[in-house]
């Protein structure tokens, strides 16, 4: 089952993501998030009038995809960046591929114009991911984190909704 996602869920969401901070350069944060820093984050979202999702079975939340604002200033308010993270033990099941596709025809229903995706590099899962959802490639940025001692790029897919 795919929902909404509520403060209750940031228990869930931060084992999720927390994996991924500790163990791989998916993302760029170094240090555990806290449940209370996720509800935080959970609340600007909403206030935003944007998605945040979580895919659910027997009452275990699987993954989670939501979309921000791209950028601040009003002339992007049209354009978002979508997330998508899944339990290490969820992936390539099917399950981040309808959890995406909903959270895109959501935004396509809300009027949004363009979704854009940013991948820390390598990660061939991301990359196939998006792709197979339409996203293209548009750009990449050498070398511009610095995690576990090393340098990363980061690419940019973006698709017209």
Same mark, same amino acid.
């Given at each position: 089952? =795919?929902?909404?996602?509520?403060?209750?869920?940031?228990?869930?969401?931060?084992?999720? @993501?927390?994996?991924? /901070?500790?163990? $791989? *350069?998916?993302?760029?944060?170094?240090?555990?998030?806290?449940?209370?820093?996720?509800?935080?984050?959970?609340?600007?979202?909403?206030?935003?009038?944007?998605?945040?999702?979580?895919?659910?079975?027997?009452?275990? =939340?699987?993954?989670?995809?939501?979309?921000?604002?791209?950028?601040?200033?009003?002339? @992007?308010?049209?354009? /978002?960046?979508? $997330? *998508?993270?899944?339990?290490?033990?969820?992936?390539?099941?099917?399950?981040?591929?309808?959890?995406?596709?909903?959270?895109?025809?959501?935004?396509?229903?809300?009027?949004?114009?363009?979704?854009?995706?940013?991948?820390?590099?390598?990660?061939?899962?991301?990359?196939?991911?998006?792709?197979?959802?339409?996203?293209?490639?548009?750009?990449?940025?050498?070398?511009?984190?610095?995690?576990?001692?090393?340098?990363?790029?980061?690419?940019?897919?973006?698709?017209?909704?």
């Amino acid at each position: 089952m =795919i929902r909404q996602a509520f403060a209750v869920d940031a228990d869930a969401v931060v084992r999720i @993501y927390n994996h991924y /901070v500790a163990h $791989t *350069i998916i993302t760029f944060e170094e240090e555990p998030v806290s449940s209370s820093e996720m509800v935080g984050r959970m609340a600007a979202v909403a206030s935003d009038s944007l998605p945040w999702l979580v895919a659910e079975q027997e009452g275990t =939340i699987l993954g989670y995809a939501r979309a921000t604002k791209w950028k601040p200033r009003s002339a @992007y308010r049209l354009s /978002v960046e979508t $997330t *998508i993270y899944l339990a290490p033990e969820c992936l390539q099941r099917g399950i981040g591929t309808s959890l995406y596709q909903l959270l895109l025809k959501q935004l396509k229903d809300q009027g949004f114009h363009t979704a854009i995706g940013g991948i820390a590099l390598p990660n061939a899962g991301s990359v196939a991911l998006h792709e197979k959802l339409g996203f293209r490639k548009v750009a990449h940025f050498a070398e511009v984190g610095f995690k576990f001692g090393k340098w990363i790029d980061v690419a940019y897919w973006q698709l017209p909704l």
